[in-house]
């Protein structure tokens, strides 16, 4: 009888688009929505460890740079946790109540947009409540997390686990649950660069483009160090705003 948690052969190309799955930062997307999924329907349950690195590359016909690629990303968003020396665990099922945003939603630049914008209202409202409530250590883990997305401009990374960190940082300082729990939802959702191009739609070179948005973290950071609620929500509208208009710029060239 076939295992339920095995995917049947030609599994990641029902994820996604068999043009996008040439290129391995796609392929690790794609991985991390088909462990989503069975983390979701409950065919991984909290607790439950994942399957090796090697039955996974085995099973994807993957290699294993895309296999570690697609954990830190499932790590980042929450779902499962790795201790050293024992393997890799679910953490959480990644869904609850009836608010959804589905990794299929996320397709297409209007999706990433609409995504950007419920962003906007919910994070600049963060930052202003985490400059007044943040706490020393709120405050040492951001800089960490700037400083780990800085490193990884020049190790030419994407940098995704240090950004989701810093916003995940952010929601925490607010000292209110609930913008954490939503954040998590949200998970690696909460960066666009993960499932597009955005350095692509905005004409830029991939470093040059990361090295804009560490400037914008950075304002955001500085005032909330600062204490200035004012500043820190400006700066996360600005960080988002910034993000939403080019790829909004993107999809209104397309359209031409």
């Known amino acids: 009888m076939p295992n339920a948690k095995t995917a049947p052969p030609g599994a990641l190309a029902n994820i996604a688009p068999a043009g996008a799955l040439r290129r391995p930062r796609n392929l690790a ?4 929505d088909a462990f989503g999924l069975r983390i979701r329907e409950g065919l991984l349950k909290v607790g439950e460890r994942l399957p090796t690195e090697a039955a996974i590359m085995a099973e994807f016909g993957v290699s294993r740079t895309v296999v570690r690629e697609a954990l830190s990303k499932l790590q980042a968003a929450g779902l499962v946790e790795t201790r050293h020396g024992i393997g890799t ?5 990644g869904e609850r109540a009836n ?5 299929e939603q996320l397709a297409t ?3 990433v947009i609409a995504v950007l914008e419920l ?3 919910l994070e600049a409202e963060a930052a202003g409540l985490a400059a007044q409530r943040r706490s020393d250590e ?3 883990v951001m800089q960490a997390s700037l400083a780990a997305f ?3 401009i020049e190790e030419k990374t994407d940098a995704v686990a240090a950004d989701f960190q810093l916003h995940m940082e952010i929601a925490r300082a607010t000292q209110n649950v609930h913008f954490v729990d939503l954040m998590t939802y949200l998970g690696a959702m909460l960066i666009p660069r993960n499932r597009i191009n955005t350095a692509g739609f905005a004409g830029e070179d991939r470093r040059d483009y990361l090295r804009r948005v560490h400037v914008e973290h950075e304002s955001i950071v500085n005032a909330i160090a600062s204490k200035d609620s004012e500043a820190a929500r400006a700066a996360m509208r600005t960080h988002l705003s910034n993000s939403r208009e080019r790829l909004r710029r993107a ?3 397309a359209a031409d």
């Open 251 to 253: 999809q209104e060239a």
């Open 138 to 140: 709120n405050l040492r």
């Open 119 to 121: 962003r906007i209202g």
């Open 99 to 103: 608010f959804r945003i589905a990794p």
């Open 150 to 152: 800085a490193v990884a």
């Open 29 to 32: 997307v794609a991985l991390v």
């Open 89 to 93: 665990f679910v953490m959480s099922v």
């Open 109 to 111: 630049l209007r999706e």
